[in-house]
């Protein structure tokens, strides 16, 4: 059973910090990893997609990917009450079109 | 450019009855996947069409079907509903020519009485 877990939090940051959110995947022949961001009642928004072990920036956001450990995190720098929301991990196979495997979300909640 | 557009947004049936629910993909996307979301279960994959056919489909029965159109619009259609078919039933495009980047539609809220 190929499974992604995430931690359900919730997570509770104030204003300005950096949020850190983190994923493990079972399995090991996953080589796309996505995380969305739902807010309540709304479908999932993609933020970022990574493919490599190492970084991956954009704006304030920050992926990271470690596959030897199976391991994916989404760090937000100068975290905003409008961040507030689930995030979702999910991955995928190598083959094209493969579906995408989700975890159940971690919500974190922006203080101001 | 427009995104994932999907019909009705809400939908209220009783048990026994037929559902149908409808998605356009992103112009230039020809393939569909559909989720479904129920409440504490999170995404769970349904159905992925690509180019009108059915590539490969989740761990659910098969009064869950659907089908893909020549414009790469899709349906979805659950048969015998039942009360657990309660939830929010999302459809992704994806651009079958590039990575497995999936763009999801506002989704159809489905509730089973």
């Known amino acids: 059973q190929k499974e992604v877990e995430q931690n359900s939090g919730p997570l509770s940051v104030p204003e300005g910090a950096i949020a850190s959110l983190n994923c493990t995947y079972s399995d090991r022949g996953s080589q796309s990893f996505f995380w969305y961001r739902q807010y309540s009642g709304k479908s999932p928004e993609l933020i970022m997609s990574?493919?490599?072990?190492g970084d991956k920036e954009d704006g304030r956001f920050t992926a990271q990917l470690n596959k030897a450990s199976q391991y994916v995190s989404l760090l937000i720098r100068d975290s905003q009450p409008s961040d507030s929301a689930t995030y979702l991990c999910a991955s995928s196979a190598n083959q094209a079109g493969t579906a995408l495997i989700f975890g159940k979300g971690t919500t974190l909640s922006v203080s101001s | 450019e427009a995104g994932v557009t999907q019909s009705p947004t809400h939908l209220i049936k009783t048990r026994g009855q037929q559902a149908t629910l409808r998605c356009s993909p992103i112009s230039g996307h020809t393939s569909v996947y559909w989720y479904q979301q129920a409440l504490g279960l999170g995404l769970q994959f349904l159905l992925w069409?690509?180019?009108?056919?059915?590539?490969n489909r989740g761990n659910f029965p098969p009064r869950f079907s659907g089908r893909q159109f020549p414009n790469y619009s899709s349906e979805l259609n659950v048969n015998a509903l039942e009360l657990e078919d309660s939830a929010l039933y999302l459809c992704?495009?994806?651009?079958?020519?590039?990575?497995?980047?999936?763009?999801f539609g506002p989704g159809t809220r489905l509730t089973v009485l």
């Open positions: 069409y690509d180019e009108g056919e059915e590539r």
């Open positions: 990574i493919y490599s072990n």
């Open positions: 992704a495009s994806r651009d079958s020519g590039g990575p497995n980047t999936q763009y």
